[in-house]
């Protein structure tokens, strides 16, 4: 069996949500790069259409398209599934990536930093997948499912606030999620695995990452040394989404640079120094 058998989605059809930028634009170049149509959908309709025109001039074998969703309500959900409906009769792959975070310090945290956070990074996620179930189950076989791959994070497996506590507990809850779908998805040839990415660079980090000389001091905070970058998101994507991860369901991938194992210090190192 060849690479290409392995990881090129040459004939596919993708929804990444949140595609515009971050994660999500790595992810969709990957994919075109494969040669899946990949459509991209975030509240900000032109700045995917802009997007798209980009990733079409690549040269690339699959192609890209880019319109709005909002997937923080359910009249959104609605809306992009449907929008969805108009552009394909086929899905074979849809990423849940779209999200948002809100930082402020503990006994300073509002109320309503919960209800906005979670109805974007947990209900719409799942009210979008459960919504394009139908799709999803026409495109998926045995031998080569349909795949759904939800954007979690490191901080949803590892007990760090940073002061973004709906945030953290809303990607804990994204994980637990696709595990409980893929449980229930799996007769139905469909797969769900989660990604728990650490530091990349994205809008919602640019806080951190925009500027190189912050980004590197962020960097020596990983076990490997870096923040992530598009390569480690891509090389995710095409597993998980090619025939190479057709037997893959459930697995939270830790893409992280080594966070996801970090625990106490060594608890007897400082008296054997």
């Not at 994660?23 to 798209?52: D, H, N, P, Q, W």
């Not at 891509?234 to 991938?253: K, N, P, S, W």
Request: glycine share 12%; charged share 20%; hydrophobic share 45%.
């Amino acid at each position: 069996m060849d690479i290409q058998t392995l990881f090129g989605l040459e004939g596919k059809t993708a929804l990444v949500t949140g595609g515009a930028t971050g994660i999500g634009l790595m992810a969709a170049e990957a994919l075109v790069r494969a040669g899946a149509t990949v459509f991209l959908a975030s509240r900000k309709g032109e700045a995917c259409e802009a997007v798209a025109k980009e990733l079409n001039n690549l040269g690339a074998s699959g192609k890209a398209i880019g319109f709005a969703g909002d997937v923080g309500n359910e009249e959104g959900v609605d809306a992009l599934v449907a929008a969805v409906k108009e552009r394909t009769q086929t899905l074979d792959i849809l990423m849940n990536n779209a999200g948002i975070t809100w930082g402020a310090p503990l006994g300073e945290f509002p109320f309503n930093a919960w209800e906005k956070v979670v109805n974007v990074n947990v209900a719409g996620l799942f009210d979008l997948t459960q919504k394009l179930l139908p799709m999803l189950r026409e495109s998926g076989s045995i031998d080569d499912p349909a795949r759904v791959v939800n954007v979690g994070s490191v901080m949803g497996e590892r007990a760090m606030g940073d002061g973004a506590y709906s945030y953290a507990a809303s990607k804990a809850a994204v994980i637990h999620l696709s595990k409980i779908l893929a449980k229930e998805l799996a007769s139905e040839a469909i797969t769900v695995n989660s990604l728990a990415p650490g530091p990349f660079v994205s809008r919602m980090t640019a806080f951190a990452t925009q500027d190189e000389d912050v980004r590197a001091k962020v960097g020596k905070d990983v076990p490997l040394g870096r923040v992530g970058r598009d390569e480690d998101i891509a090389g995710c994507m095409l597993f998980l989404c090619g025939r190479g991860g057709a037997y893959v369901t459930g697995a939270v991938i830790p893409v992280s640079g080594g966070i996801n194992v970090l625990s106490g210090p060594n608890i007897f190192q400082q008296a054997l120094d």
